[in-house]
């Protein structure tokens, strides 16, 4: 099935510096969603992106699915305290099944 | 409206016990999933409902899984003979229907097995 490898793990970073994580595949993925999981909470739903080199953006947030389809990324510009979380990269398969890549855990010193 | 909701939120129970835990999706969706949270870790999908179809059972890790969906609506996944490496955050997520984009999770039900 697919999978995906997200860098980085972790990433600590200041309040107000920008923040990327990366979500690579080894095979070409016809869609990829995004989830944010506060601490203690379930995966909510950012976005989902389809097109090649599709660039989407949710105010700070930048999303970007790679023209190969095989890489995504998540851009966070000024982060904030309630950036706090790890987001997911999840291409989405038959059935709608999701294979969650292992996460980035921001956390954000203010 | 009402989210996904799942019970009980915690369950502690001892190895080699049998566990049910339950998911109450949002009404109308059609589509319901189970998937299992480690510890520090990424998701990992166990099952799925759509409607009336066979449910696609290709992620439940072994036989002492397995789950039902009652009507279309409640769904149970029961985990028998529990092994310490059970212990987890079991998430339930439903939406819409197949073509829908996007998942509505639950809570969680943390499972520790002693």
């Known amino acids: 099935g697919q999978q995906v490898m997200q860098i980085p793990q972790y990433q600590h970073v200041q309040e107000g510096e920008d923040f990327t994580t990366y979500c690579n595949s080894s095979t070409t993925l016809s869609n990829i969603q995004w989830y944010k999981q506060r601490p203690g909470g379930h995966p909510v739903f950012l976005i989902q992106l389809v097109k090649s080199g599709e660039v989407k953006k949710q105010k700070r947030l930048t999303f970007q699915f790679g023209e190969a389809k095989k890489n995504s990324s998540l851009h966070i510009t000024a982060t904030q305290t309630t950036d706090v979380g790890t987001y997911f990269c999840?291409?989405?398969?038959?059935?709608?099944?999701?294979?969650f890549g292992g996460g980035t855990r921001l956390m954000v010193k203010p | 409206g009402a989210g996904v909701s799942q019970s009980p939120s915690n369950k502690v129970t001892e190895k080699g016990k049998d566990v049910e835990l339950r998911c109450d999706p949002i009404s109308g969706h059609t589509a319901l999933y189970w998937y299992r949270q480690s510890l520090g870790q990424g998701l990992e999908f166990l099952i799925y409902f759509q409607g009336n179809s066979a449910p696609d059972k290709s992620g439940l890790p072994s036989d002492r899984f397995s789950a039902e969906r009652t009507g279309g609506s409640v769904s149970t996944l029961t985990i028998q003979r529990t092994q310490q490496e059970d212990s987890a955050v079991y998430l339930c997520?439903?939406?819409?229907?197949?073509?829908?984009?996007?998942?509505?999770f639950g809570p969680g039900t943390r499972l520790t097995v002693l």
């Open positions: 999840a291409p989405r398969g038959a059935g709608n099944m999701l294979t």
């Open positions: 997520a439903s939406s819409p229907g197949l073509n829908y984009n996007e998942q509505f």
